[in-house]
């Protein structure tokens, strides 16, 4: 079974940047794809960017296109969300996540909305001055 432990979360001001990491164990990330999710208080859990199990397909929220990177380091075993120009409305607790793709294409990326396997238990962003 895989599993997932979010860092780097903090505390950071508008227009800053944040690097998460997303470190798995128990599986090889050749066999997931990876998404990372935000919930902020009151609000419903918001998919804002995956990665395929190949790393060559990613996708992304229009609330975080063109300000959010994902990436991964095989070796590592881990997949950041590289966040930068953040905005106050940026702050939630973010989740990553992994969905057995084993079976689909390499370049196969789960649509937005679509249920994943193993949660880490995530960490908190707060983007405030």
């Known amino acids: 079974q895989l599993q997932l432990v979010e860092f780097g979360g903090g505390l950071v001001q508008p227009g800053g940047s944040l690097r998460l990491s997303c470190a798995t164990s128990?599986?090889?990330?050749?066999?997931?794809?990876i998404g990372w999710f935000r919930q902020a208080p009151g609000k419903e859990r918001e998919e804002v960017s995956s990665i395929s199990r190949s790393g060559r397909t990613t996708d992304y929220s229009d609330s975080v296109k063109d300000r959010f990177i994902i990436s991964r380091d095989i070796a590592k075993n881990t997949v950041y969300l590289h966040m930068n120009a953040l905005k106050p409305e940026d702050t939630a607790v973010y989740h990553c996540a992994a969905k057995q793709t084993h079976f689909f294409s390499p370049t196969y990326i789960p649509p937005f909305g679509s249920e994943y396997d193993y949660w880490g238990q995530g960490t908190q962003v707060t983007v405030s001055s």
């Open positions: 128990g599986g090889s990330l050749d066999d997931y794809a």
